[in-house]
Nanobody, 119 residues
Framework: QVQLVESGGGRVQAGDSLRLSCAAS????????MGWFRRAPGLEHEFVAA????????EYAESVKGRFTISRDNTKNTVFLQMNSLKPEDTAVYYC????????????WGQGTQVTVSS
């Protein structure tokens, strides 16, 4: 059974940093781009960042460019999201998902990890 486990969230002050991790078990997502998404209370999920498999190409939402960095360790089947200069508007539950056949498979994401940023 496929499982993605997100971790690393917490409650921080504006300007602080956090590093999120997403570990896959049950199968490997080798060859697939991986992405981070977030869902704030009362809102739809929002794309945050993505990273390719073969060349490590990255993509970011405008709201996090220059502050967040996505990376992956393919040997450990793990994806990371380094979040710096956090803002209150970054408060959300963060999830990861693979892109398979052109579709972000949010049905694979786990419980998510809560990030709360206070001003």
């Amino acid at each position: 059974q496929v499982q993605l486990v997100e971790s690393g969230g917490g409650r921080v002050q504006a300007g602080d940093s956090l590093r999120l991790s997403c570990a896959a078990s049950g199968r490997t997502f080798s060859g697939y781009p991986m992405g981070w998404f977030r869902r704030a209370p009362g809102l739809e999920h929002e794309f945050v960042a993505a990273i390719g498999w073969y060349d490590g190409t990255t993509e970011y939402a405008e709201s996090v460019k220059g502050r967040f960095t996505i990376s992956r360790d393919n040997t450990k089947n793990t994806v990371f999201l380094q979040m710096n200069s956090l803002k209150p508007e970054d408060t959300a539950v963060y999830y990861c998902a693979p892109e398979i056949d052109g579709t972000w498979r949010i049905d694979y994401w786990g419980q998510g990890t809560q990030v709360t940023v206070s001003s």
